[in-house]
């Protein structure tokens, strides 16, 4: 190869000492890149440069902590409006099949994709020649218990005064609005899902999910809740919004509470467990002391660490400056 | 054009099969078919015959070196790199993720890692083949002249349309198309003078003969009448060898050897015009079968990071089997109950455990894929490539004079460099500069000194050095100008004054004579001028004179006396004894004979518009430019000249002898003694054109020489002009050269023999001590050898001049086998060789030469900044012992005042006996100074205590081995004895020794020892060293190319290594082992997040990162920053390693990757991923969150964790590296965000759509995206900052001291004063520039071993842990080496009281140093035994004084400690 090259460096590469031609050398542009000068902080990690560092985590940190810890605390009154979860525990909604087991397409409303759905839906894609509509074990399991919350107004005779659950505005509005459709097309939504076939677990067909038009088919928001497959085995969900009324009174008042629940959802199966939750939420989500925590220690043991580096940094510089002091 | 191509090398004669097989068979193309005699010209009627049918197909002229074709690009390219085992591996891995059962991704986006990586490497092949392309289709369209059987003359083709058996003619200056036999040139006598530049890169000129039998032809060579058949070798690589015959059309056979060859690739020199008939061509050609193509060597680091690559693989594997058992498990536990969430099969039945656990396994195999990582190796790729660009770029490595930068020839071994513990290094060329000067001579037994001569070179060193501040003034202009008008300075300069020498010489004279080079090689005016000894002068004029009066006289010779004879037999000799061509710078020669007179005008005018218009600026080439007008000017003129003087050639010899006297030119003197200005001289070694310009110093000036003739000119003689009967050239074996002449004064037959002082003196014609004449002869010879010994005491190389008068009768005798010889095909240099050795008997000693090679600039410095590196130097020269010792000693390879052992054995016994005693010598001293006990070699064949295996421990001594004795000590037997002395040794020279030699050396310590070498060398003679070494460097010398094509490094000096090694070295091993480890932690750090969420998930394989961000998250988001580090990444600046060369040691042990920092940084890894897991997790704990919105702050903290923790790691942050961690974060919420907008359906199973933008909103994601990274790096930081601060390495010493004083460093001197104690009496000693440890050292311990200088407690405590820290860096444990200064940190905290117990232990050692009478009766009786018994000698010499010398621990170890104590 270098023969090559060298003789096509006779051809087109004249020699330095071409005439006329400027000296052309090969000498190295003296630039900071490329002789690698460029102007560089150049950390080094001592206890005495890092300390600093150590004593800003744990200054931020801390008040940050208490900040959190505190808000987090202050969930627990409920006012403002109450949010209602139903909890599931050890249902893996996180498994790798059945995370797949849908098709966003259909549930986009896409007239093919309702009529013939994802393969990913397997087993749930077809029952008795009908394409099932929602398809997927995601829909197939979809939580069906209905909780119903009263207020006992009079312990003696049980007098319960139902508490307006709010069904919608519980799914993320681009959910609601965008991810999900309801087919296409005139007619009302029992037309438009004729040829579809309800899952198996389910008792009702898709249209059926609730009398509201706007709350029906595929954009019911329980269900588009539902689909929003949950990270961790155990988790909870919103189910019904409490809103409040007036300022004057609280949301849900003091006193004894009946909760119905229809029970549809077998959790035995999977050794699960059902939690009714309410909850009202803050500027940082809901209840959970754990951050707070967390911020608190973290920036304690920085601060506790930096103090660690203090000291070794101070009886260092003691012993170095004798030794300064020998040279 | 319907060629006949006559050509055939295997006519379908199965008789004759297989000894034809090996021959070709070359046929003019212009010769009419033989019709059907010949069977294979018969089958070749038309080409497409030819290449289709039985007959093989002869290579044409086409180049083409490119790999692909268009069609053949894709499938040949991918083929390629699928023997990348990883690549496949990846395709695997993408291609599994199309089965349904196990996919863990879209299919298709699975594929885009590996595509992309596939693609990134396919368009870089893509590329350089386009180049290769490029150049060969420039290659291809070069003009020559080829011979057209229609037109029946010489027409333009291309190179490429050349084919085997075409006639091609070829200019002066032109490349040489292909390999072609010389049938014709226009040189009178049949040469043709090639440079072989192209092929090997010397730049002296070779002489090619036309094929005897064409040289006598009377007219000018006709192709067509061309109807002989050449028979040769097959196509082969040897650039030495061809052979051959050509068989004429009469039957008549004649050989063929290399000299009748042109090689492609050559240029035609001095030669106007030749022709020859092609006999290889295209990648036939010798040229292109020596191209190997770039080399490929995996470099240390490169193995080890594949071994922890399989390590990944095996947790890999681990955690996917883990992961399958547990999901096994998980579905069997729910399968019975039915649960909500498990997903039966297609057809409705439940999964069994065992089949849902494969599944399991081979997804996660595909999810985790991450952790082998996909794009290290392009990565890695990458950042070598820059750092080869930036060490082309060093500035501190161009070399002015040169006008060369340091080239990487190799572009995968940068790191290699810094950890390099063997340099191997030639001597000649490569340690000196391989400019020879002539120095001192002595003659018939007397020396002439040569004092003036002494003081000119002398004189050079300070010019240099004067020059350099000139050149900085007056800048480019003066270059510029000497460049321009090189011509007349090169005539004028030399009869200036040595005042007006100056200014024109070193720099600018050297750049110039650099530029030039293709007509001066081996003649810088510091090689010319040549001051003569004026007692030498007077004699040779004495001598001169009493000839040109006594010439007339029938036995000029006789009357003069023995010595004088002698001077006079020196210097033709010096002149004549030699293959130098001279050359005026109006070449090229000219055909002059007289049937060129008689040919038409035309031709003539012709001819003299081609010159003007040189054929290399016709055909496009610009680069001789000025050159070639200048030289055409000039032609004119001397072309007339030429032919007046030149025609009395055209008499036979025979007349010319007889009429010797008269062959003073008639006219040829007065116009001569003009040009002898000009004359040139072009040799094929320095030392020759030394020889040469010393006797022409003498005024025996060579002024002519022919293949047969050469003359002699001298001031009152005139021109002699020798017959030149044979030339007996050089060679390795016999160490010497000889020509046979017939003297014109005394028309007797002379052969004047050059060589090695060892073997010529035993070829002297034994006198007998009867006579004085025998007596004085004999006198003279041991005066002679007593100043040869003395030369190479002073590092001179010596050459012994011998004359020997042969009697007609004997050299008819001798001439008979000669012929015979040469005219061998079979074993043909077997014979001559002993020819030679018939010819080379009884000679006559004249006197002998000293021709000092002087050491290149920078070099002792260079060696003791290297030695201080830790690095061990062998010095391997093919040099006799005394002047590679001297050698040794000058460039402080040796020093005065340490032990040398000198290993000279005759046998395979002695050498044993020898190894043994020196080995007891050495390991007795080594128990007594040190007494720890270190590590063993386990690859010893035989188990000493090794007391000290490292060269710092004690007073190590040297090791000076001849040739004989390596080749024992490099037997089966004694190689490990032989090793484990030389270990123990501070240096190892090894003289006499052979190419093949140097590399068993190297490839010995390489295998045995597992230690990385580096050889360095400028000669064809190191190559084979060059290649087997781990990095092989070649120094673009003055003796060709060859080396720095073999090699992977080409440094044009030996300086430029201290800075490549200690700088270059250290950045490329210290940056790309970060950064090798930092990809091992980013992916087991990002794969753990998932392995974590396995736990969470019934193990099912399921991921919570989007698939976009799992499988881009390397490629595109993390990679930059860490690229940025990698490349521009400095531990420690420039300036301060060299300074403190001793930070070397931490690559040599690796201290930067080796196996613990691996899993240390892999448990780092898993800490880290740990929080990183369940910060989230618990943040996130019975919430409502998804999958994905969870995921996605999970790998938003990966990512800032991976910037932090990079962070950390880095050690400059210049603004690329600010806007690579800024363009990475923007790039990940960028990309997020576009994404999460794009589609709402596109991207099953996550559901992306808004997810970033909801995140976005919320304080939670915010809030956990500042704690995980930072509770995930404290750890890290707090360790580091800990160490940094208590047990800080070496590096970060040097770091911090940097730091500290960022001008100190800018002038040496300060460092090594600033370590002394005020007042010490020794600053002035240690201020010294070179802090070479033997000087610097010896007085710091005798300091520190007596009380009353021990007054400065700092100078006493710190001399302790130096000790002990250079003891352990010998043994490469970094574990005691660290712990080092923490003794010296916390031990002394309390107070300095101890520093009082430390100074006595550096002295034990002492006080058993000074045990000298058992080292001195060692000495005797080894050396007396020995010396009479075994024939060898140990010599155990040492420095009685200075026994206490010892080698390190270096000065500036001390700097940094002290230094980098106060900086907190």
Known sequence: MAMNYNAKDEVDGGPPCAPGGAAKTRRPDNTAFKQQRLPAWQPILTAGTVLPTFFIIGLIFIPIGIGIFVTSNNIREIEGNVFMYYGLSNFYQNHRRYVKSRDDSQLNGDPSALLNPSKECEPYRRSEDKPIAPCGAIANSMFNDTLELFLVTNESDLTLTPITLKKKGIAWWTDKNVKFRNPPGAGSLEEKFKDTTKPVNWHQPVYKLDTDEDNNGFINEDFIVWMRTAALPTFRKLYRLIERRSDLHPTLPAGQYYLNITYNYPVHSFDGRKRMILSTISWMGGKNPFLGIAYITIGSISFLLGVVLLVINHKYRNSSNTADITI | MEQELAVAEEPASPRRRRPRRRTRTVRSNLQPSLGAEDPAAGASKGERLLTRGCVQHLADNRLKTTKYTLLSFLPKNLFEQFHRLANVYFVFIALLNFVPAVNAFQPGLALAPVLFILAVTAIKDLWEDYSRHRSDHEINHLGCLVFSREEKKYVNRYWKEIRVGDFVHLRCNEIIPADILLLSSSDPDGLCHIETANLDGETNLKQRQVVRGFSELVSEFNPLTFTSVIECEKPNNDLSRFRGCIIHSNGERAGLHKENLLLRGCTIRNTEAVAGIVIYAGHETKALLNNSGPRYKRSQLERQMNCDVLWCVLLLVFMSLFSA??????????????????????????????????????????????????????????????????????????????????????????????????????????????????????????????????????????????????????????????????????????????????????????????????????????????????????????????????????????????????????????????????????????????????????????????????????????????????????????????????????????????????????????????????????????????????????????????????????????????????????????????????????????????????????????????????????????????????????GLRTLCIAKRVLSKEEYACWLQGHIEAESSVNNREELLFQSAIRLETNLHLLGATGIEDRLQDGVPETIAKLRQAGLQIWVLTGDKQETAINIAYACKLLDHGEEVITLNAESQEACAALLDQCLHYVRSKGSQSSPENTESDVSMGFSFNPASTSPASGPSPSLVIDGRSLAYALEKSLEDKFLFLAKQCRSVLCCRSTPLQKSMVVKLVRSKLKAMTLAIGDGANDVSMIQVADVGVGISGQEGMQAVMASDFAVPRFRYLERLLIVHGHWCYSRLANMVLYFFYKNTMFVGLLFWFQFYCGFSASAMIDQWYLIFFNLLFSSLPQLVTGVLDKDV???????????????????????????????????????????????YYDSDVDVFTWGTPVTAIALLTFLLHLGIETKTWTWLNWLACGFSTFLFFSVALIYNTSCATCYPPSNPYWTMQTLLGDPLFYLTCLIAPVSALLPRLFFKALLGSLFPTQLQMGRRLAKKFPSKYTTPKETSTQAQPPGDPETAFSGRRTMGPSESLPKDRQLACSPEASGEPSALDTNMPLKDDTLLEGLGTQVPGSSVPREAVSEECPGHSNGKPTSESPAAPLSSLFNLPSFSSLNWISSLSLASGLGSVLQLSRGSLQMDKQDSPPQPDQDLRVLGRYIF
């Open chain 2, 325 to 794: 058992v547990g999901h096994g498990l998980w579905v069997w536990r729910y399968q019975e109950k039915k649960a909500l969430f498990d997903v039966p099969e297609s057809d409705g039945s439940s999964l069994s455990p065992a089949t849902a656990a494969v599944y399991s396994f081979l997804t996660m195999i595909i999810v985790l894929q991450v952790l082998i990582p996909v794009s290290l190796y392009v990565s890695i790729e990458i950042v070598k490539l820059c750092q080869v660009y930036f060490i082309n770029q060093d500035i501190e490595l161009y070399d002015e004079e040169t006008d060369s930068q340091l080239q990487c020839r190799a572009l995968n071994i940068t790191e290699d460099l810094g950890q390099i513990q063997y340099i191997f290094s030639d001597k000649t060329g490569t340690l000196t500069e391989n400019k020879m000067v002539f120095r001192r001579c002595t003659v018939s037994g007397i020396e002439y000194s040569h004092d003036a001569n002494a003081q000119r070179l002398a004189r050079y060193q300070e010019v240099d050095s004067e020059e350099e501040e000139v050149i900085s003034r007056v800048g480019t202009v003066s270059q510029r100008g000497s460049i321009g008008s090189h011509q007349s300075i090169w005539i004028t300069h030399r009869n200036q004054s040595i005042k007006t020498h100056r200014r024109t010489s070193s720099r600018a004279e050297a750049k110039r004579a650099s530029m030039l080079s293709k007509h001066t090689a081996f003649s810088s005016p510091m090689e010319k001028d040549i001051t003569p000894d004026p007692k030498l002068l007077e004699k040779v004029s004495e001598c001169d004179r009493f000839l040109a009066i006594a010439s007339h006289q029938e036995h000029p010779l006789a009357h003069l006396s023995p010595e004088l004879s002698d001077v006079f037999d020196f210097f033709i000799a010096l002149t004549i004894c030699n293959t130098v061509v001279v050359t005026s710078p109006d070449q090229p020669r000219q055909k002059v004979r007289v049937r060129l007179e008689l040919k038409s005008p035309v031709k003539t005018i012709e001819d003299f518009l081609r010159r003007f218009t040189p054929s290399r600026q016709a055909s496009g080439y610009s680069n001789t430019g000025n050159l070639a007008t200048n030289k055409s000017s000039h032609k004119s003129g001397s072309s007339v000249l030429s032919s007046l003087s030149q025609d009395s050639m055209l008499l036979k010899l025979e007349e010319r002898l007889g009429q010797a006297a008269s062959t003073l030119a008639p006219n040829g003197y007065s116009s001569q003694a003009g040009q002898a200005e000009e004359l040139r001289y072009e040799a094929e070694s320095p030392d020759e054109a030394a020889l040469v310009y010393a006797a022409r110093a003498y005024s025996c000036t060579l002024v002519h020489r022919l293949q047969n003739q050469v003359s002699v000119e001298l001031p009152h003689l005139g021109r002699l002009t020798f017959e030149l009967l044979h030339t007996l050239g050089f060679d390795s074996i016999r160490k010497r050269m000889s020509v046979v002449i017939r003297h014109p004064l005394t028309d007797e037959i002379n052969v004047y023999t050059k060589g090695a002082d060892s073997v010529v003196m035993d070829l002297l014609l034994p006198c007998s001590s009867d006579d004085t004449r025998g007596r004085h002869q004999k006198k003279i010879r041991s005066r002679t050898q007593h100043y040869l010994n003395l030369y190479a005491v002073e």
């Open chain 2, 1133 to 1179: 600046p420039a300036n301060m390693l060299l300074k403190e060369p001793q930070l070397y040691k931490s690559g040599q042990n690796m201290e930067e990757y080796r196996p613990r920092a691996f899993w240390l940084n892999m448990v780092d890894a898993a800490f880290q991923s740990l929080v990183c897991f369940f910060i989230p997790y618990l943040a």
